[in-house]
Structure formats: structure tokens, C-alpha cells
């Protein structure tokens, strides 16, 4: 669904583009501003629309932004999927300020975006992991707290004591059905659960009390629009800040990058370089 590259060719009415420009194609081609409608929500790459891994593709003027100048193309390949959707779960959706607790769950692309983002806007943030030394390489990226999942497994009750038993301010929830549970438990009164993906499953048999009990606001996140995109841009931009890429392969090696991506042994992104 992401990718980066540069402008070969442009048709006879395009002022958007020149050759040469280094752009990054938007995730639902048609969703430019505002909230999404169902049409507009069918234009995205990697499914119904080809994706980008491939050496050309063909987009509307509009389906464009540009690369931020002091990120490489395998870096800034990394913003139109994972980084605009953690943009939007803590810019937009997330209702934090400076001193909020945010809670991210594991170390993944969408994960890391969010600490980077968390940080730029002054919160706290709490991260997990399986392992302790992704959690040691969290803590270089600005992390507060850490706990290891995989060994505290009622990992609810370390987030409430590092936030003095109040909860998260805002939880990027990636597991889904199989850590929502213990998001609930883990999120303040009145917080914000960003829902944005289901590594730990997609169905499950949950109790909803405590959304209603404590007004918690779970948010959908359906990575964001062009507009989103440019501003989340500029922010990155302006603070220089650099997407954590874990590792590059070659464009021969697709298929032994997502074996790669299927063992999580990864921290940050996976991309594939065309060269
Ligand atoms: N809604 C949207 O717009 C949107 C956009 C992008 C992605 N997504 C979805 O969001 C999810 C995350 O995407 P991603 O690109 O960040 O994936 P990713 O890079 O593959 O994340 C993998 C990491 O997630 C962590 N993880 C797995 N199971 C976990 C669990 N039970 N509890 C806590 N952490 C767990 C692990 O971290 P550790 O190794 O540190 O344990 C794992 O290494 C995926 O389901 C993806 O499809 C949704």
C-alpha cells in the first residue's frame, strides 16, 4: 500500500508534477480531505487497486504528495501506510497534549510512528514488546516506560502503575481481539483506544463494560487522506524526524522479506528497494 519514488513522465495537463520530483503515492487514491465515503474508501493501493511494488505505476496528480527533502526514498516508502495511520490515531484521534500517557503496543511500524509522534508532541510513552531488547532499542527512540508482554502477561496492571493508577491517555491498539481486553483495562476514563489493527486476532468474546462504565472512546483508524498526509509531512519534516527501518531487500528478494516480516523478529519497517 506504500511506497516512494520518482516522477519519470507527466501528461499535457498536470501542474501538480515535473520530472524528477521525488513523490510518495496516497494510500486511497480518491480520499483527499475530510472524512472517507465508501467510494472513496475502494480507491486504495494493495487492494482493490494494484499496490506499490512494482518499478512504474500510473497516478492521478492529485494521488501524490511529496517526499519529505531529508528522508531517502526507502525511508520516506515508509509514511503512506504505517506512519500516516499512527499520525492520525495520536494527532487526530488521540485527544492527548503535552504530559498525556500514551500506551503502544509492541514494536512494529505502526507502533514506532506512534512513539516518534507521541513524542513530537510532548506525551509519555509507554511501550511493549516480547522482547527486551527491541524494549532497550525503544528506549533510544525516546520510550518512557517499557514492559515485556510476554513475560508480564497481565501487562494491564504495569500501565496502571506507571501512570500512578489513573490509566492511558491513548492506547495504539494493533493486536486487535486478542489484547482489546486488556487495552480497556489499561485506558483512563474517557481515553482513547485507537483501533487500527488485529495481529492478535480480529473476533473474540469481550467484555464491553468498561467502554460504557468509563466512557472510553474506541476510534477506528483507517490510515488517513492527502491532506493528513502533507501536514503529517511538514511535522516531519520540521522535526527532522526519521522513520525506523529495520532492514532493505532487494527487489529479487520479495518473497524472503515476507518471511521476514512473518517471523516479527523486525523492529520499525520492511522495505524492498527497486534498484
Ligand atoms: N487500520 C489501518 O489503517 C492500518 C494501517 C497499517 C497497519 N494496520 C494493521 O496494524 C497492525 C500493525 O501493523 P504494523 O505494520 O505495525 O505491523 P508489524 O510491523 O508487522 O508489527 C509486528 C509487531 O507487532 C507486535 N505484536 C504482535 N502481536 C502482538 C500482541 N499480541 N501484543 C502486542 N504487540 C504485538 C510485535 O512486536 P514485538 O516484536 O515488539 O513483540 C510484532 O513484532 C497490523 O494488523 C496491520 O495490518 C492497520
Excluded at 528522508?71 to 494527532?91: F, H, P, Q, R, S
Excluded at 498525556?100 to 503496543?105: A, F, I, N, Q, R
Excluded at 513475560?151 to 489484547?179: P, Y
Amino acid at each position: 500500500s506504500d511506497g516512494a519514488g520518482v516522477v519519470e513522465a507527466v501528461g499535457s495537463e498536470v501542474t501538480l508534477w515535473k520530472k524528477g520530483d521525488r513523490v510518495l503515492p496516497i494510500f486511497a487514491q480518491k480520499w483527499f480531505d475530510g472524512a472517507p465515503n465508501m467510494d472513496n474508501l475502494r480507491s486504495t493501493l494493495g487492494g482493490p487497486n494494484d499496490g506499490c511494488l512494482a518499478h512504474y505505476g500510473k497516478f492521478s496528480e492529485e494521488g501524490l504528495v511529496a517526499t519529505p527533502s531529508h528522508l531517502t526514498d526507502k525511508e520516506a516508502a515508509t509514511l503512506g501506510c504505517a506512519g500516516l495511520t499512527a499520525y492520525n490515531a495520536v494527532v487526530n484521534f488521540g485527544g492527548i497534549e503535552p504530559g498525556s500517557d500514551v500506551l503502544c503496543l509492541g514494536t512494529g511500524g505502526v507502533s514506532l510512528f506512534a512513539l516518534q509522534f507521541a513524542k513530537m508532541m510532548g506525551a509519555r510513552v509507554i511501550i511493549t514488546s516480547s522482547s527486551d531488547e527491541k524494549l532497550a532499542r525503544a528506549k533510544t527512540l525516546g520510550a518512557d516506560e517499557t514492559i515485556n508482554y510476554a513475560t508480564k502477561t497481565n501487562w494491564e496492571r504495569d500501565v496502571r502503575k506507571h501512570t500512578k493508577m489513573a490509566g492511558a491517555d491513548l492506547i495504539i491498539e494493533v493486536g486487535g481481539a486478542g489484547t482489546m481486553q486488556k487495552s480497556m483495562m489499561s485506558v483512563k476514563p474517557y481515553g482513547t483506544i485507537a483501533l487500527i489493527g488485529v495481529l492478535a486476532g480480529g473476533e473474540s468474546s469481550l467484555s464491553l463494560y468498561p467502554i460504557l462504565m468509563q466512557g472510553v472512546k474506541v476510534q477506528g483508524v483507517i490510515v488517513g487522506n492527502r491532506s493528513d498526509f502533507t501536514r503529517m509531512n511538514r511535522a516531519i519534516e520540521q522535526n527532522k524526524m526519521k522513520p525506523v527501518v529495520d532492514k532493505v531487500f532487494g527487489w529479487k528478494e520479495v518473497p524472503e522479506a515476507l518471511e521476514y516480516l512473518q517471523t516479527g523478529k523486525h523492529f520499525g519497517k520492511v522495505v524492498v528497494n527497486w534498484e
